[in-house]
């Protein structure tokens, strides 16, 4: 077996392949060249595609791959489709000014026609559901025991514990 693994490692080291497109899990490959890197001592190749990304190794059978002459040739992105890269710094537009100049320009256009506008008519006000007050109800129970009242001293806080009981949970 160590002898099978340096023997496919001389054939293929540094050589450039293609994944057969009949493999299901190797279809993410199909139309990227990659690089041989090294065989390992299980006789599976080290392939580097040659993707924009992607820099990892894949460890993928021999009988899996074939050996091409010279990398396949890259589709080229449409320039439409061009994404700026990160940090990137934007070109500038042909009239010389950059995106936020330009966009300081476009805000103080809009602040202009607002002034110049004719004043908008007064909104109708909102119409607010009316509040029903709540019924008077005749208090049976002491203050300090009501519900809605907050207890303000710790005296009174007592009181309604002992009041209450024991915790029934």
Avoid: H
């Avoid at 924009?52 to 091409?68: A, E, G, Q």
């Avoid at 992105?77 to 042909?94: F, I, S, Y």
Wanted: negative net charge; charged residues 30%; proline residues 11%.
């Amino acid at each position: 077996m160590i002898d099978q693994a340096e023997a496919l490692k001389r054939q293929l080291t540094d050589k450039y392949v293609v994944v057969n497109e009949g493999v299901a899990e190797l279809r993410r490959f199909v139309g990227l060249t990659g690089r041989v890197k090294t065989v390992n001592m299980n006789c599976r190749a080290l392939v580097q595609f040659d993707g924009p990304v992607d820099i990892s190794w894949y460890d993928i059978d021999p009988s899996f791959l074939k050996v091409v002459d010279a990398p396949l040739p890259k589709k080229k992105e449409k320039p439409a489709e061009a994404k700026p890269k990160a940090g990137a710094v934007p070109k500038k537009p042909a009239s010389g000014q950059s995106p936020l100049e330009m966009a300081r320009k476009q805000g103080a256009a809009g602040a202009e026609a607002e002034a110049s506008a004719p004043p908008a008519s007064e909104p109708a006000p909102v119409e607010e559901a009316p509040v029903e007050q709540p019924a008077a109800e005749e208090k049976s129970e002491p203050a300090a025991s009501s519900s809605r009242e907050t207890p303000s001293s710790t005296e009174e806080i007592i009181a309604l514990a002992k009041q209450q009981g024991p915790f029934k949970g």
